[in-house]
């Protein structure tokens, strides 16, 4: 991996001056990696040979099958919890199609299944069959939230933390909701002069991951980065001042299915998902 390091000159911004952001990029370089650009992502090739607990989903539903194959936990050989977590979602398929149909059109339809590398509601569902036996009524009362918000708890789990790494979760966060989701639970706002390090010419998304805050330049930059990254075509757009003491509010635009939406998750309470001509 080809590493770099930004040094920026103390600037003054508003009459303020700005703490020089060199130590801040440096450690952040140092914990979770500095790269010169991120490549798009591209789905995870099926992992092959034969998983004896996914046979029956071979012929009964292929393309499920496929998309089990591509999970990051099947990536790397087949655990016995993870094995016993496939046949706990196979039961679930045999036990009620019909209700797992439905609700695999949702998880794999999150996303952009030639972009992202593996559906992340998918592997949700997979956490759930890994830490226990589903609850009761998961299928009637489906949908990719109800998913995340049994399935994302935001730390260790079965002695790993999945949320630790920055690409690994930048991943994860594969389609406009489920970024939302992260962002409006795991980052916070802060004011411009709160934000170590300022730099009002780039956000910064890994500091925004390691700190956990940004104002609303870097919280739309950490989202752009994400929307990106799974195939989104994604910008950064400066909108009016929300506030008496501010020049201006940064959120970030989307396209999808050829629409044109914003994600303004730059507030001190998210605002979400609207269609671009809804803003206000």
């Given at each position: 991996m080809t590493t770099t390091i930004r040094i920026l000159?103390?600037?003054?911004?508003?009459?303020?001056?700005?703490?020089?952001?060199?130590?801040?990029?440096?450690?952040?370089?140092?914990?979770?990696?500095?790269?010169?650009?991120?490549?798009?992502?591209?789905?995870?090739?099926?992992?092959?040979?034969?998983?004896?607990?996914m046979t029956p989903l071979e012929?009964?539903?292929?393309?499920?099958?496929?998309?089990?194959?591509?999970?990051?936990?099947?990536?790397?050989?087949?655990?016995?919890?993870?094995?016993?977590?496939?046949?706990?979602?196979?039961?679930?398929?045999?036990?009620?199609?019909?209700?797992?149909?439905?609700?695999?059109?949702?998880?794999?339809?999150?996303?952009?299944p030639e972009r992202r590398k593996y559906s992340a509601p998918l592997q949700a569902l997979f956490w759930m069959a890994e830490e226990g036996p589903f609850p009761e009524n998961l299928l009637?009362?489906?949908?990719?939230?109800?998913?995340?918000?049994?399935?994302?708890?935001?730390?260790?789990?079965?002695?790993?933390?999945?949320?630790k790494d920055y690409d690994t979760v930048m991943d994860r966060l594969s389609s406009p909701r489920l970024v939302h989701h992260y962002v409006s639970r795991q980052i916070n706002y802060r004011n411009w002069w709160m934000v170590p390090g300022y730099d009002k010419d780039f956000g910064h998304p890994r500091q925004v991951f390691f700190y956990k805050n940004g104002d609303c330049l870097y919280i739309s930059a950490?989202?752009?980065?994400?929307?990106?990254?799974?195939?989104?075509?994604?910008?950064?757009?400066?909108?009016?001042?929300?506030?008496?003491?501010?020049?201006?509010?940064?959120?970030?635009?989307?396209?999808?299915?050829?629409?044109?939406?914003?994600i303004d998750d730059g507030k001190p309470y998210p605002r979400g998902i609207m269609d671009y001509q809804d803003y206000y």
């Open positions: 000159m103390m600037r003054t911004y508003e009459g303020r001056t700005a703490i020089s952001a060199v130590a801040i990029l440096i450690s952040i370089c140092l914990i979770g990696g500095c790269v010169t650009a991120n490549a798009p992502n591209k789905p995870n090739k099926p992992v092959s040979g034969p998983v004896s607990q012929k009964a539903h292929p393309l499920l099958a496929m998309e089990l194959r591509k999970l990051p936990e099947l990536q790397d050989g087949l655990t016995s919890g993870e094995g016993i977590a496939l046949d706990r979602i196979t039961a679930l398929y045999f036990r009620e199609k019909a209700g797992f149909d439905r609700a695999f059109q949702q998880m794999y339809k999150e996303g952009l009637g009362q489906f949908s990719v939230i109800y998913l995340l918000e049994h399935a994302w708890t935001f730390g260790p789990r079965l002695g790993r933390d999945p949320w950490f989202v752009v980065e994400a929307l990106e990254r799974n195939g989104y075509e994604a910008m950064s757009e400066e909108k009016p001042p929300l506030g008496a003491r501010d020049r201006w509010h940064m959120v970030a635009v989307f396209y999808e299915n050829g629409k044109k939406y914003i």
